[in-house]
């Protein structure tokens, strides 16, 4: 009997080796013809990191090669043209150009030598610096509402009097922080998304029949009079109704108060029918220069690069799971061969022993 547990633990032992060289043979050459295995590791390796050396850092303009959505976006917000925005640059001359306004209207001012990296608000000022080894190194991003509100103060001071404030609700959770636009492109959307409970009857308030929607009121901005020579004024971020909001429309029916120039027909005409309000820049597919465009593809290149990470992982583990299945089949049956060629082997010897 001893020698046919040998036999056994013999049979065993190269089954397992056959089925982990097998296994391994599988998954070596699966990663090796894999042509997405190169593109991932492009993706995983920075192209602006040095062969060797330490991380160096990268520039704004290096952002926008891979982050192509993003970059289109921010390049027509007021963040990119905080510096070259003729109001700022009307007001800031008006008041002797003053350093103190460039530590928002530029990027990492300096007020000891009066240098800036960059003008306007770029990337560097809420992402701090990057370096060659991003990705896969992650990149630090400020956008609470207390960051926000070192430059944004009046802003600030509005919105910690609000519900948002005690409630945790910050900047980023109604604005896109790249372009500073609402994240709804109707921004009543924006406020049912959260107060859909809350309505209840003013679905049916003569306000909303007549196309009054929530920001016409609650973020309606009473611009002072005259306006400060820094432009300063209230941004609607209180989210209150007073009395002089109501006055703004119904100064014949109060007969009392003021009426604001152009909302003599209600603030929605004088939103909709301003001559000075700036149409919202459209981005198109032609700004952004990828022959996988969007629109193409329905994904932006981030969207892209994530759906080829999820791909590889299901190909990997789809892979594996083969590998194993064919590694297992393969040692099985060497094992089974061997065990059945040591039992033939034997059972000879008994018969050729029984003649004798």
Same mark, same amino acid.
């Given at each position: 009997?001893?020698?046919?547990?040998?036999?056994?633990?013999?049979?065993?032992?190269?089954?397992?080796?056959?089925?982990?060289?097998?296994?391994?043979?599988?998954?070596?050459?699966?990663?090796?013809?894999?042509?997405?295995?190169?593109?991932?590791?492009?993706?995983?390796?920075?192209?602006?990191?040095?062969?060797?050396?330490?991380?160096?850092?990268?520039?704004?303009?290096?952002?926008?090669?891979?982050?192509?959505?993003?970059?289109?976006?921010?390049?027509?917000?007021?963040?990119?043209?905080?510096?070259?925005?003729?109001?700022?640059?009307?007001?800031?001359?008006?008041?002797?150009? $003053?350093?103190? +306004?460039? !530590? @928002? *209207? =530029?990027?990492?001012?300096? &007020?000891?030598?009066?240098?800036?990296?960059? %003008?306007?608000?770029?990337?560097?000022?809420?992402?701090?610096?990057?370096?060659?080894?991003?990705?896969?190194?992650?990149?630090?991003?400020?956008?609470?509402?207390?960051?926000?509100?070192?430059?944004?103060?009046?802003?600030?001071?509005?919105?910690?009097?609000?519900?948002?404030?005690?409630?945790?609700?910050?900047?980023?959770?109604?604005?896109?922080?790249?372009?500073?636009?609402?994240?709804?492109?109707?921004?009543?959307?924006?406020?049912?998304?959260?107060?859909?409970?809350?309505?209840?009857?003013?679905?049916?308030?003569?306000?909303?029949?007549?196309?009054?929607?929530?920001?016409?009121?609650?973020?309606?901005?009473?611009?002072?009079?005259?306006?400060?020579?820094?432009?300063?004024?209230?941004?609607?971020?209180?989210?209150?109704?007073? $009395?002089?909001? +109501?006055? !703004? @429309? *119904? =100064?014949?029916?109060?007969? &009392?108060?003021?009426?604001?120039?152009?909302? %003599?027909?209600?603030?929605?005409?004088?939103?909709?029918?301003?001559?000075?309000?700036?149409?919202?820049?459209?981005?198109?597919?032609?700004?952004?220069?990828?022959?996988?465009?969007?629109?193409?593809?329905?994904?932006?290149?981030?969207?892209?690069?994530?759906?080829?990470?999820?791909?590889?992982?299901?190909?990997?583990?789809?892979?594996?799971?083969?590998?194993?299945?064919?590694?297992?089949?393969?040692?099985?049956?060497?094992?089974?061969?061997?065990?059945?060629?040591?039992?033939?082997?034997?059972?000879?010897?008994?018969?050729?022993?029984?003649?004798?």
């Amino acid at each position: 009997m001893k020698p046919t547990k040998i036999s056994n633990k013999k049979a065993l032992v190269t089954g397992l080796l056959v089925g982990l060289i097998s296994f391994t043979l599988i998954m070596a050459y699966s990663l090796a013809a894999d042509p997405n295995v190169a593109i991932a590791a492009a993706h995983v390796r920075s192209p602006f990191q040095q062969e060797t050396g330490e991380p160096q850092p990268i520039t704004d303009d290096k952002c926008k090669e891979c982050h192509l959505d993003i970059s289109t976006e921010w390049t027509v917000s007021p963040h990119a043209n905080a510096y070259a925005d003729p109001v700022f640059q009307e007001r800031w001359a008006g008041m002797g150009s $003053p350093t103190d +306004c460039l !530590a @928002c *209207h =530029t990027t990492n001012f300096q &007020a000891a030598t009066n240098t800036y990296h960059a %003008e306007g608000v770029s990337c560097e000022a809420c992402h701090g610096k990057v370096e060659s080894n991003h990705p896969p190194a992650v990149v630090s991003a400020r956008g609470d509402a207390e960051f926000c509100g070192t430059c944004h103060t009046t802003t600030l001071h509005e919105w910690r009097l609000t519900g948002h404030s005690t409630a945790g609700i910050g900047c980023t959770a109604c604005h896109n922080p790249h372009n500073q636009q609402p994240l709804f492109e109707d921004p009543d959307q924006l406020c049912i998304n959260c107060h859909s409970e809350d309505m209840e009857r003013y679905l049916e308030d003569l306000h909303v029949q007549n196309d009054i929607g929530c920001v016409d009121c609650h973020a309606l901005v009473i611009p002072p009079d005259p306006v400060p020579l820094d432009g300063i004024v209230p941004t609607g971020h209180t989210f209150t109704i007073t $009395p002089q909001t +109501c006055i !703004a @429309c *119904h =100064t014949d029916a109060l007969h &009392a108060g003021f009426s604001l120039p152009g909302y %003599e027909a209600g603030a929605t005409a004088a939103l909709n029918g301003s001559a000075s309000a700036e149409p919202t820049p459209t981005i198109t597919d032609d700004l952004i220069d990828d022959k996988y465009t969007q629109a193409q593809t329905g994904l932006s290149a981030e969207q892209r690069l994530q759906a080829l990470e999820a791909s590889m992982a299901s190909q990997q583990l789809s892979t594996l799971f083969q590998g194993g299945v064919i590694g297992l089949v393969l040692g099985g049956t060497t094992a089974w061969f061997m065990a059945f060629n040591a039992r033939s082997a034997r059972q000879r010897e008994e018969n050729n022993g029984t003649k004798e």
